[in-house]
C-alpha cells in the first residue's frame, strides 16, 4: 500500500487538546466538506446555513491555510475515487494512533467526518466488516444532519450525536423524543434548557460519548468570525 498522507488524523486542535485531561488521544479526520472536494456531496443533509458556516472551511486551520484546505481536497478525492485504497490508509493511520494511545497511557476516542457526513457504518472491507467491527476496541464519536442514520442498529463502539440546523428543528425535537443527543450553536451564552430538554457545556471536550445519553442538548458556541455573526438560523438566537 502507497501511503498518500504522512498524517490524515488532527490530534492538535483546541478540542483534541482538552480531551487529553479525561485520559483520551482524540483524533479527528477532517475531508472537504459538501461539494467542495469537487468530487461529490459528502454532506447530503447540510443545510445551507452549515454549508456557509463550515468549520471545515471557515475556522480554525482550514481558514487560515490553502494548503489545509487543499489537503483536505485531496483527501475527499481519495475517499470518492479509490475507496478501498482510502480505507486501507485510513486503517493505516489508526492503527499508529492506537500506538500512541498506549505508549502515552491513553484511551483512544476517533472521530471520522470533522467536517463531513458519511455514514461510515455501511462502508464494509472485502472480509464484510466495517471501520468500527475492525476496531472493536477503539471509541469513535460523530456528529450527523441525517436522521435515517438512527433508524439502525449502530455499532456498540460508535455514537452519533444529531446536529440541529436551522431547517431540522422539529426533526430535532423527535431526536431527543427518543433520547437521541441533539447538538446546538448558541449565539450568546448557553441556556439551560432548549427544546425541553436540559442543556450541556459541548465546548468542554468533543468525546460525546461520555455525555448523558438521555436526549440532552449539546451545547456549543460559534467558531469562526462568520459564525459570529451568522443570521441564517444556524447559530440558534431565539431563546432566553
Avoid at 484546505?69 to 486503517?91: H, I, V
Avoid at 464484510?128 to 433508524?151: A, L
Avoid at 431527543?176 to 465546548?203: C, M, Q, S, Y
Amino acid at each position: 500500500m502507497k501511503i498518500q498522507f504522512k498524517r490524515m488524523f488532527s490530534t492538535d486542535n483546541p478540542k483534541a487538546i482538552k480531551a487529553a485531561g479525561l485520559n483520551y488521544l482524540n483524533a479527528i479526520n477532517y475531508l472537504a466538506p459538501y461539494n467542495s472536494g469537487g468530487v461529490g456531496n459528502l454532506c447530503p443533509h447540510a443545510s445551507p446555513g452549515c454549508i456557509s458556516l463550515c468549520l471545515g472551511e471557515h475556522s480554525g486551520q482550514a481558514a487560515m491555510s490553502q494548503t489545509v484546505r487543499d489537503s483536505r481536497k485531496r483527501k475527499a478525492e481519495y475517499f470518492m475515487k479509490d475507496r478501498r485504497g482510502f480505507m486501507a490508509e485510513l486503517c493505516y493511520h489508526i492503527d499508529k494512533l492506537i500506538k500512541q494511545a498506549e505508549e502515552n497511557g491513553l484511551n483512544l476516542c476517533v472521530r471520522l467526518n470533522g467536517a463531513t457526513d458519511i455514514a461510515f457504518e455501511g462502508i464494509r472491507f472485502d472480509d464484510g466488516r466495517n471501520i468500527f467491527e475492525r476496531y472493536p476496541n477503539v471509541q469513535f464519536v460523530d456528529y450527523t444532519k441525517n436522521p435515517n442514520r438512527f433508524n439502525r442498529k449502530l455499532p456498540a463502539n460508535y455514537h452519533l450525536t444529531f446536529s440541529l440546523s436551522e431547517k431540522n428543528r422539529e426533526i430535532a425535537k423527535a431526536m431527543l423524543a427518543r433520547n437521541v443527543n441533539v447538538a446546538a450553536v448558541f449565539g450568546r451564552e448557553l441556556p439551560k434548557r432548549f427544546l425541553d430538554a436540559p442543556v450541556i457545556n459541548g465546548d468542554e471536550h468533543d468525546l460525546r460519548h461520555l455525555d448523558p445519553q438521555s436526549g440532552v442538548v449539546i451545547g456549543l458556541t460559534p467558531k469562526g468570525h462568520k459564525a459570529k455573526r451568522d443570521t441564517s438560523g444556524f447559530v440558534v438566537r431565539d431563546y432566553q
